[in-house]
């Protein structure tokens, strides 16, 4: 058999693509949004220094549970358990929505570990300092402790969101419309599944780039400012 | 600059064309292939009860096992399954994972352009199913519910032509996933394949699920890499004879518990 490339064949699926593009992006960026202030709220229950010592026991089991749970499994088998399995406690979750709470407490678990190294890498004269200016200690974390702890972990948590981006993909097995989704759907049309998935390809690659950027810029922007 | 682009764009075209000609001689050998390499690569699924689904010792059986291991034996080589979700059937008659495709595989004037067909082997229908108590007399009554699919599958693409604009349909990777997201109440409606919708309504009495609506009388049809008519010619000679020698007629019995019926050529 001769291999023909016909990308025209693809391509002229723009709009399903163009959907696929929309809800990935949509999906990544509640995830970014949720999921970080997730992770620091849970990095500031597990950080020692910080909430380690403030925050209740039960607590402290709680998000280490949450943490060590959702680090130790995959992604698709969390998806799964929400969007099959919840619906037999009462739970019944929107393919969409189902993805959206997978991708964000998947993030969470991992941002938290990322957020709680920057933030026990605090030194300690600065928070005596800021204890010495009669900070209260919501300020002394929101303004001394947590822009240094996120400027210092800002690329290992805007590589773990491009993972969790990729990982979107797994979420047009329930039939969200995400990017893979649109390239599996193309391809169940029209059968041209090696143009398809290198049309995909190419467009994850450009979004990744664009994220990763587009993050770079949003954290020294609004987060931490330029060294 | 432009002067090494030329060059670059050049290079690629001349390796490109390379490669086409090289996996370009290759054509009506596949036969020869097979019977000189000892071995029949088909592709079958086990998510499709009971044409295709996994026994108790965990290995594939049913309809279409039965008919690959008959092919087999009757050109003399050993069968080596490949198991493939409905979306990858064709997908591995195009790369050359499998020589024959047997997984209740319907015919279609879409699929016909990429891979070729035999003659039919087995009785086969589509339709939806949904639970008794939401009333449905025709296809515009699924407007505005869900209707649950599996991508790729015949049922997916008939469903697209009968269904009207406000059907939301859910597409769901394999008939297992589908199958799940209707017993989780998730869809509201399934489109199946009537035998493997037959198992679920079995093992899941508390769904207390109806045929409601016809798709498509769609018999099962082999599928061969496009241009091998020597193989084909030889495969349907195969069903022919199986279907005179009452073969075809005892599998339908055995696993569908109905007779053979009319079969299209």
């Not at chain 1, 291999?3 to 696929?20: K, R």
């Not at chain 2, 026994?55 to 690959?68: E, F, H, R, S, Y």
């Not at chain 2, 082999?222 to 075809?248: H, R, T």
Request: glycine share 8%.
């Amino acid at each position: 058999m001769r291999i023909q490339l016909d990308f025209g064949a693809v391509l002229a699926e723009w709009p399903l693509l163009l959907t696929g593009i929309g809800w990935t992006l949509a999906l990544t960026a509640a995830a970014v949004l949720v999921g970080t202030a997730l992770g620091i709220a849970c990095a500031w229950v597990r950080a020692r220094g910080f909430g380690a010592e403030l925050a209740p026991r039960w607590l402290q089991v709680v998000v280490g549970g949450y943490v060590e749970l959702i680090r130790n499994t995959p992604f698709i088998v969390q998806l799964f358990f929400i969007f099959f399995g919840l619906p037999a406690a009462g739970f019944k979750l929107s393919a969409e929505t189902a993805s959206f709470i997978a991708m964000v407490i998947n993030l969470g678990a991992y941002a938290t570990e990322i957020i709680r190294a920057g933030l026990e890498a605090t030194p300690k004269g600065q928070i005596e300092a800021a204890v010495s200016l009669a900070l209260t200690r919501l300020q002394t974390f929101t303004r001394v402790v947590l822009p240094p702890a996120l400027q210092k972990i800002w690329p290992s948590l805007v590589s773990q969101i491009v993972i969790v981006m990729l990982g979107s993909s797994v979420c047009g097995q329930i039939s969200t419309q995400e990017l893979s989704y649109a390239a599996d759907l193309i391809q169940s049309n029209n059968f041209r599944s090696f143009e398809a998935f290198i049309v995909v390809g190419v467009l994850y690659l450009l979004l990744s780039f664009a994220v990763r950027h587009l993050l770079n810029w949003a954290g020294a922007t609004f987060l931490f400012g330029r060294r | 600059m432009t002067l090494s682009l030329n060059k670059r764009t050049f290079a690629l075209a001349l390796a490109t064309s390379a490669l086409l000609a090289a996996t370009g001689a290759h054509a009506q050998t596949a036969l020869d292939d097979i019977l000189k390499s000892k071995v029949l690569k088909v592709a079958v699924q086990t998510d499709s009860a009971p044409y295709g689904f996994v026994g108790t010792d965990l290995k594939p059986i049913g309809l279409d096992v039965d008919m690959a291991n008959l092919i087999g034996k009757k050109l003399g080589v050993p069968v080596e399954l490949v198991v493939v979700v409905s979306a990858s059937r064709i997908p591995a008659l195009q790369t050359k994972k499998a020589d024959l495709v047997i997984a209740t595989l319907g015919k279609n004037p879409e699929r016909e352009k990429v891979i070729d067909f035999s003659s039919a082997y087995s009785p086969f229908f589509q339709a939806v199913f949904g639970p008794k108590n939401i009333a449905v007399k025709s296809f515009a009554d699924l407007a505005g519910k869900s209707v649950g699919v599996t991508r790729g599958a015949m049922e997916d693409q008939e469903l697209g032509k009968v269904a009207p604009a406000g059907v939301d349909t859910k597409r769901f990777e394999d008939n297992n996933a589908t199958i799940a997201a209707f017993t989780a109440g998730q869809v509201q409606f399934v489109a199946l394949g009537a035998s493997v919708a037959g198992n679920m309504m079995t093992k899941n009495p508390q769904l207390s699920a109806e045929y409601k609506l016809l798709l498509k009388d769609s018999p099962n049809f082999i599928g061969i890499a496009k241009g091998e008519d020597k193989f084909k010619a030889k495969v349907n000679e195969i069903i022919a004879d199986a279907k005179k020698s009452g073969e075809l007629e005892a599998m339908a019995k055995k696993w569908l518990g109905r007779s053979l019926g009319d079969l299209p050529l």
